[in-house]
């Protein structure tokens, strides 16, 4: 693999004020998606809780029925299985879009609570909205992540990309990533992602994290469409930066992301959980922990189990190998065999060089 190809990327991604990468503590996206189901203060109130659980970020999507797809009721813009079944995709971006005029309550709400806020843009008319706002970031959908012309417009503006790369195989992300680093955006992250709604745990094949950051040179993460957290824990464990999850107020709610989306409760769980992994994750040590230093003394030793006068011989009925650990350690056991005590001792009596005779 020639890595050099994908040099230029920064080791760290800094969004706002925080840090992201493998030295950084887990950063935890709420994806709001299209949870507002028509109101802006349900939006409102899911990023209160997205703000509540820990999360880093709230993600919206930019996008409007006219900008994502065309109106036409042909078989091929029909959605045939899943959960959007018999619809046509104009009807259901329609009902999912977030109203553009929305948009800067939002950031302007972002602000207030004190979380950051960004979004996928989904045309350049939307990246034109996006920094009109001063979006700090942007994050590309594994569905877009073949648009070129819409890669390099939000590569342009040179702030940090975030790429889904769900459906995409290798070569087609090596061509995303050489167009971004080609339009001259230097902080990017990909996410492994699977885009199935939900998808289940086993298509996630998580070991292809360590991979992809070692063949982009970049910060990985995942965005996560399975319905619990434990895929997502078991990433960062494996190197993942980023967490990327869908929230609803009501997994019951109705909406059309509502199904496979975390509930405040479970994000909590997920940003709790998810910095728990990556601390446990530490570096490479086999020196004693701080939590165990009181505890060696529980190790086992030898010790006398039997009453012997000075000068009286050991023999392998006079000591065993038992807890605590203030005798000599049990390897010396077969070297003491036949030699002789040098002083008394009792049953009980930890074994040490000095109850032994030099000679």
């Known amino acids: 693999m020639n890595n050099n190809r994908f040099k230029g990327f920064n080791s760290s991604v800094k969004i706002a004020d925080k840090l992201i990468g493998a030295d950084h503590l887990p950063y935890v996206i709420a994806e709001l998606s299209a949870n507002h189901n028509g109101s802006i203060e349900r939006a409102f109130a899911i990023m209160r809780a997205a703000k509540a659980a820990g999360a880093d970020a709230i993600k919206l999507q930019t996008y409007t029925q006219d900008t994502i797809t065309l109106k036409s009721d042909s078989e091929e813009f029909m959605i045939r299985g899943g959960l959007w079944d018999g619809q046509s995709l104009y009807d259901l971006y329609q009902q999912a879009h977030m109203p553009w005029d929305w948009h800067k309550p939002l950031f302007d709400y972002a602000k207030q609570l004190n979380i950051t806020i960004f979004s996928s843009p989904f045309d350049a008319t939307a990246v034109d909205l996006l920094e009109s706002l001063n979006a700090p970031a ?17 590569a342009a503006t040179k702030k940090p990309m975030i790429v889904s790369t769900g459906m995409a195989n290798r070569d087609e992300i090596d061509e995303t990533v050489d167009a971004i680093k080609s339009a001259g955006c230097q902080q990017l992250i990909l996410l492994h992602c699977v885009s199935g709604y939900p998808a289940p745990a086993g298509d996630y094949n998580l070991r292809t994290l360590a991979d992809m950051a ?18 997502a824990v078991a990433a960062v464990a494996l190197g993942a930066s980023v967490i990327e999850k869908h929230v609803t107020l009501d997994r019951n709610g109705g909406g059309a992301d509502d199904s496979f989306s975390l509930e405040p409760a479970e994000l909590t769980h997920l940003c709790r959980d998810a910095k728990i992994a990556w601390q446990a994750l530490g570096c490479v040590s086999y020196e004693i922990k701080t939590s165990e230093k009181n505890n060696i003394q529980f190790r086992r030793s030898l ?16 000591v065993r190998s038992v807890r605590p650990g203030f005798g000599l350690a049990p390897k010396h056991a077969v070297q003491l065999i036949g030699r002789r005590v040098s002083r008394a001792v009792d049953y009980g009596t930890a074994v040490t060089w000095a109850t032994i005779n030099d000679d």
């Open 303 to 318: 010790y006398f189990v039997k009453k012997l006068n000075a000068g009286d011989i050991i023999t392998p009925d006079c």
């Open 138 to 154: 942007y994050k590309v959908a594994s569905f877009e992540m073949l648009d070129i012309p819409l890669i390099e417009r939000i």
């Open 214 to 231: 070692q063949r982009y040179q970049c910060p990985v993460g995942l965005s996560d469409h399975t319905i619990d957290n434990a895929t």
